[in-house]
């Protein structure tokens, strides 16, 4: 079991980041201890990757707490490999960027700001090296860099504070399971298909969708199946 002091500092600092995302005390709480009690191995925490999965869940809770999420499977199908690499896709170009942040770290010494990082990633699609990265659409990608940029602020704030902490880290392919859309890149059709780049899918639809959507998740799972979430702006009922 980890020692007293130290718990109280994760938690200390856990409640504070949830704080940021504008989630009350109480659920705080529960969140944070939830996480704790989950880690395989109290003594030997990743103090960032335990952060890291906190700051996934303030973001999920966020859009949960005011609005809907659907999920629905997709059918078994060929056409899900083209699904399975844009993931691939995506974990490459999370890669990479997290190799940029660290080269101009280490040649200025400077934090490498999440616009300039866009602006730099659009240079190189039109690159032949990096031209399928095209394949990928350009929300995905603005996600991840938005993603990545958050993580690094969290690790500086971090550092600032005299936590122990490390910077985001390179991430397996297979271990890498989604990538997300805003308002474009997808189209839903009639009945239970949804139209992705030029292909139409099918989805298991058990329920209507409510609302507008305001993100898309296309997410597999450790089996290689692949599911749909949509958020959207319905306000969960209460009972």
């Known amino acids: ?39 395989p ?5 990743d103090f960032s990757r335990w952060m890291n ?23 078994t199908s060929n056409k899900n490999k083209h699904l399975h690499q844009q ?15 660290r080269r ?7 934090y490498l700001h999440v616009h300039g990082l866009q602006k730099h990633i659009t240079k ?8 399928h990265w095209k394949r990928l659409n350009s929300q995905a990608i603005q996600d991840i860099t938005q993603r990545i940029d958050r993580a690094y602020k969290l690790f500086f704030r971090n550092l600032k504070a005299g936590v122990r902490t490390a910077p985001p880290s390179f991430r397996k392919r297979r ?12 189209k839903l059709l009639h009945g239970n298909k949804i139209r992705m780049g030029n292909r139409v899918y099918k989805y298991f639809k058990s329920r209507e969708i409510d609302g507008n959507i305001k993100l898309l998740t296309v997410k597999r799972d450790p089996l ?12 969960e009922s209460k009972e």
């Open 53 to 75: 999965g906190i700051l996934d869940i303030c973001i999920v809770f966020c859009y949960n707490h005011s609005m809907k999420t659907y999920s629905f499977k997709l059918y």
């Open 1 to 39: 079991m980890i020692d007293k002091p130290n718990y109280i500092k994760l938690f200390t600092r856990s409640s504070h980041l949830l704080s940021l995302f504008e989630i009350n005390h109480q659920d705080s709480i529960y969140m944070t201890q939830k996480l704790f009690l989950r880690s």
């Open 175 to 186: 271990k890498y399971r989604s990538f997300s859309l805003k308002q474009t890149g997808y």
């Open 124 to 131: 190189l699609k039109k690159l032949s090296k990096y031209g």
């Open 224 to 235: 290689g199946d692949v599911y749909l979430f949509f958020v959207t702006d319905a306000v």
């Open 41 to 45: 191995c109290q003594k030997a925490i």
């Open 87 to 101: 993931i691939n896709l995506a974990c490459e170009i999370y890669n990479h960027c997290i190799a940029l942040h």
């Open 104 to 110: 101009y770290y280490r040649l200025y010494g400077k």
